[in-house]
Nanobody, 119 residues
Framework: QVQLVESGGGLVQAGGSLRLSCAAS????????MGWFRQAPGKERTSVAT????????SYADSVKGRFTISRDNANNTVYLQMNSLKPEDTAVYYC????????????WGQGTQVTVSS
């Protein structure tokens, strides 16, 4: 099992920045991919960014490319999401998730952190 705890959400004005952190614990050696997802009120949860745990390869949703950066610190079992040029449509609950080797989906999830961007 992998446990995840997010932090860093909050209220920010449009154009501002926030950095989210996700600390992983437990069977971290089994992690293959980490990801950030978000869910706005009344909408489905969608992928924002992912990063491979060993090689650091990244992928982004089109809506955040050029504004968000995902990174990881393997030594501290932490993944980050740097969010710049925030827009009101980025308002959502952001979740950290982990996928482990020999599994196809993200099986471990954090509790979520609220990000609110005011116009």
């Amino acid at each position: 099992q992998v446990q995840l705890v997010e932090s860093g959400g909050g209220l920010v004005q449009a154009g501002g920045s926030l950095r989210l952190s996700c600390a992983a614990s437990g069977r971290t050696f089994s992690i293959s991919v980490m990801g950030w997802f978000r869910q706005a009120p009344g909408k489905e949860r969608t992928s924002v960014a992912t990063i491979t745990w060993s090689g650091g390869s990244t992928s982004y949703a089109d809506s955040v490319k050029g504004r968000f950066t995902i990174s990881r610190d393997n030594a501290n079992n932490t993944v980050y999401l740097q969010m710049n040029s925030l827009k009101p449509e980025d308002t959502a609950v952001y979740y950290c998730a982990a996928r482990v080797y020999q599994r196809t989906g993200f099986g471990s999830w954090g509790q979520g952190t609220q990000v609110t961007v005011s116009s």
